[in-house]
């Protein structure tokens, strides 16, 4: 199973320790905590989330005036004592409303319906995928499958195709996170490469395209067994 990426929203720690509690009781799930709407725009910038546990009323920035600021937010189950916000909290297409305090049942089942609403988001994905860049103040689409590696560059990701490279200013994480994983490996904390590009393997290093391209001491054995497994299904 993919692992569920989780970001709880929420101004009260306990409340966040009883939702992380019970997030890691499940396998496969990444928790990240916020306390803050205002944060949590800072890193929905910066990382790709699956689900999103939001609690309502917090200081500087609602719950609701934060969903407002989302054009495409990712699946979101809503938090709150107050029960009175379920009826606006539905008008945002949250998957569902979990009044504090919350048991593990009720949870579970606000989860279960969470990995619904996401695997069904996926499953109507085009087959040819593509993702839009922001580089030299336009948003440029690139196909995923043109993509030969993504390096990290300080403050900025340089993203190769065979005929074309784009500077974006954005976190090499962020867009790893948007691709697919069965297509591409982080082999560095400086590089995202494309599994099928690649065409020798030697010395610490994989070649894509006529360049050598370093995988980390740390990353080297996993990455290596990684691309010659899937190479060798792809014939």
């Known amino acids: 199973m993919k692992q569920v990426r989780c970001l709880v929203i929420d101004d009260e ?17 990444q928790v990240t905590r916020c306390e803050n709407a205002i944060e949590a725009l800072k890193l929905l910038r910066e990382k ?3 689900i999103i546990f939001l609690d309502i009323e917090m200081p500087l920035l609602t719950g609701l005036e934060f969903l407002k600021s989302l054009t495409d937010p ?29 048991s593990f049942a009720r949870f579970m089942k606000g989860f279960e319906r969470a990995l619904k609403s ?28 043109d993509i030969l590696y993504i390096e990290g560059m300080k403050d900025y990701v340089k993203v190769k195709t065979v005929d074309h490279e784009y500077i974006t200013y954005q976190a090499l994480g962020a867009i790893s996170d948007t691709l697919p994983e069965d297509k591409f490996i982080r082999i560095h904390r400086s590089y995202t490469i494309a599994i099928s590009k690649v065409a020798k393997i030697k010395g610490g290093f994989v ?7 370093p995988m980390s001491r740390e990353l080297r054995a996993s990455a290596t067994k990684r691309i010659m497994l899937e190479n060798q299904r792809s014939g």
């Open 207 to 213: 070649e894509i395209n006529g360049e050598s391209i």
């Open 48 to 50: 790709v989330f699956d």
């Open 74 to 102: 990712p699946v979101v189950i809503i938090t709150t004592a107050y029960r009175d916000y379920a009826v606006e909290g539905f008008d945002f297409a949250v998957v569902d409303f979990l009044l504090k305090p919350i």
């Open 118 to 145: 996401r695997k069904n988001h996926e499953a109507t994905l085009p087959v040819e995928q593509s993702l839009f860049i922001k580089s030299d103040r336009s948003h440029i689409k690139v196909r995923v499958d």
């Open 13 to 29: 720690p306990l409340a966040i320790d009883i939702i992380e509690n019970y997030l890691g009781r499940l396998d496969d799930t």
